[in-house]
């Protein structure tokens, strides 16, 4: 646990340092409240963007080392366990990926949605996804299988939630607030 704590030090100090190569290809960022999120919700992101990830608030080290598997799967960029937005993140031509703070039911979920209103009213460009899949902007997921295949690989200890509730792969669905 110990080490965690220093890794993720490490990495809020680097980012806050400004350093512009770690992010080098990703211009897309996913702010995922918990490790699953970014593939239940944007798995065509994950697919098609090389997006950088960010989870958000303390999370398990089992559930970190799953999260971290992601890699091994999708071209992805940094991903990163922090409590904020880093400033070195904060360019007008990054695109934000955050939860639905309407949509979405899980309060983890709302209060990272509502980080995303507040940069959105700021003129970044912001989308919202949903994980809960009952907004009225989902649509069927474009490769239904291998969406599961990944949710099972990446995060094996999260496989009850989906094993007999396919909306976690079978829909994802996106939408951007104009102010």
Request: glycine share 6%; proline share 7%; hydrophobic share 35%.
């Amino acid at each position: 646990m110990e080490g965690l704590k220093k890794s993720a030090e490490a990495q809020k100090e680097l980012l806050e340092s400004g350093p512009e190569e770690m992010f080098t290809g990703s211009k897309s960022i996913i702010w995922a409240p918990h490790p699953d999120d970014e593939i239940i919700g944007c798995y065509e992101v994950l697919m098609n963007e090389n997006p950088a990830i960010i989870y958000s608030g303390d999370t398990e080290p089992a559930r970190r080392e799953e999260a971290l598997k992601l890699r091994e799967h999708a071209v992805i960029g940094p991903q990163l366990f922090l409590m904020t937005v880093p400033t070195s993140l904060m360019k007008k031509n990054n695109k934000f990926y955050f939860p639905d703070p309407v949509e979405e039911w899980h309060p983890q979920h709302r209060e990272v949605g509502f980080m995303g209103e507040q940069l959105a009213r700021a003129g970044y460009d912001v989308i919202f996804y949903s994980v809960n899949m009952q907004a009225k902007y989902i649509h069927r997921a474009p490769d239904v299988q291998a969406k599961k295949e990944l949710l099972d690989k990446v995060y094996p200890s999260q496989k009850n939630l989906w094993k007999y509730d396919n909306k976690y792969y079978l829909f994802e669905g996106y939408c951007k607030w104009i102010f």
